[in-house]
């Protein structure tokens, strides 16, 4: 069974830089990338709309159950960082309606898809925070993504984000301040606090 690590944070704040860093120096780890590109490919061909409660719904169980497939393809292998993970799906799930005013209950309406993805969740997350001058520094300088919803993320999410993870959930993540980290120190951070804990869970 394997020990898996996710990364979370905000957009821009360095996961994928991070977790690049870790595919190319912990050859024990294997790196999976958020891919959204299939879950949203589906959602374009049957037309769902993100801001209905219909579309909304029906978008999150396409993602809930693609996020189920990656950990079933990942619990295979001996050490996993996932660059975003479930815990990412089960926060849009339940925080995104709020952040745009939608009094929707998902809880309720998704109980046993976010059942079934909380069996799901890694071993060990680490959140990556930093102010948002830097956030948006990183966004302004990063020409390879589009970001769209970038400024609604940064606004209205990630007050959202920072609460539930850092104080509401049973769960608390480790956390990493990453500012004023370059690419580097940023990656061997990463990488000494993955070491860390497989140290601790897989004792010589």
């Known amino acids: 069974m394997a020990v898996i690590f996710s990364l979370q944070g905000c957009m821009a704040v360095g996961k994928t830089t991070a977790a690049k860093y870790v595919e190319e120096n912990m050859p024990s780890v294997f790196v999976s990338y958020e891919n959204p590109a ?3 490919s589906e959602v ?3 037309g769902l709309q993100q801001n209905t409660f219909e579309g909304f719904t029906e978008i999150q169980r396409i993602f809930i159950r693609a996020e189920i497939q ?3 393809q990942n619990k295979k292998k001996d050490y996993v960082l996932l660059d975003l993970g479930p815990e ?3 926060f849009f799930t339940l925080f995104y309606p709020k952040s745009m005013g939608f009094d929707w209950n998902m ?3 998704l109980e046993t898809e976010l059942n079934a993805l909380r069996q799901c969740m890694a071993d060990h997350v680490l959140f990556l925070d930093s102010n948002v001058n830097t956030l948006i520094e990183h966004k302004e300088n990063d020409i390879t ?3 769209g919803a970038f ?3 940064l606004t209205n999410m990630l007050p959202l984000k920072k609460d539930w993870f850092l104080s509401k959930r049973d769960i608390k993540p ?3 301040v990453v500012d004023n980290m370059d690419k580097i120190q940023l990656g061997e951070a990463v990488a000494s606090w993955m070491n860390k804990h497989i140290a601790l869970d897989c004792p010589a």
């Open 151 to 153: 400024e609604h993320y």
């Open 107 to 109: 809880e309720l309406h």
């Open 70 to 72: 990656r950990w079933e």
């Open 145 to 147: 993504r589009r970001r």
């Open 38 to 40: 299939p879950m949203l």
């Open 174 to 176: 480790d956390i990493l």
């Open 44 to 46: 374009k061909q049957r």
């Open 88 to 90: 990412e799906i089960e």
